[in-house]
């Protein structure tokens, strides 16, 4: 739910250089955190990456994750739709198996851009792993988790938060909501 680490994490792929503010609105309910980010289009700064798919139409995003592992990441260009499950779940210490399915409706495109965005999802998976793998690895160096977290990582923040308590299973009203700017 960290929209930010795209920007460098998958720079030149998924997206680039933060260059456009955009708006992120996130609601926080007794199990759930969803977050909603509007106002991002293909950037016209010239470096490509996959937004070029999107036909310079804005881009609809929204991720919802459950309590306690599971996360549903949408992307709408338009009509197009990308959706994304991942389920995680921890198998010994320090070890986290995730299961990955997604689905696309490009229209008439949908089955030529289907390998294009297999191969790109790879990558993108194997540079999250890369990452993932080495603040594991400082992780198990220092002995404890020191995490400093920014305005681009609120959702991430309400996450762990929920993560941490549980699901608030006698407050079904409760919400929060958070509004945040930063560029992507
Ligand atoms: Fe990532």
Redesign the pocket.
């Known amino acids: 739910m960290d929209s930010a680490?795209?920007c460098f994490?998958?720079r030149g792929l998924f997206r680039s250089n933060p260059a456009q503010f955009i708006n992120v609105v996130i609601r926080g309910t007794n199990d759930r955190v969803v977050a909603e980010t509007k106002g991002e289009n293909q950037k016209k700064s010239g470096e490509k990456d996959l937004r070029v798919l999107t036909n310079k139409k804005e881009i609809r995003h929204v991720d919802e994750y459950h309590y306690p592992g599971s996360l549903q990441i949408d992307y709408w260009f338009g009509k197009s739709h990308l959706v994304t499950h991942l389920h995680v779940t921890p198998n010994d210490t320090g070890k986290t198996s995730v299961y990955i399915r997604m689905g696309l409706q490009f229209g008439f495109f949908t089955r030529a851009i289907y390998p294009v965005i297999w191969l790109i999802t790879r990558k993108?998976v194997k540079?999250?792993r890369a990452i993932l793998e080495n603040q594991q690895r400082m992780i198990s160096r220092m002995g404890k988790r020191s995490f400093h977290h920014s305005l681009a990582d609120m959702s991430a923040v309400m996450l762990s938060d929920l993560y941490k308590s549980g699901p608030r299973a006698n407050k079904p009203e409760w919400e929060q909501e958070e509004n945040v700017s930063f560029k992507l």
């Open positions: 680490h795209t994490v998958h993108v540079q999250d």
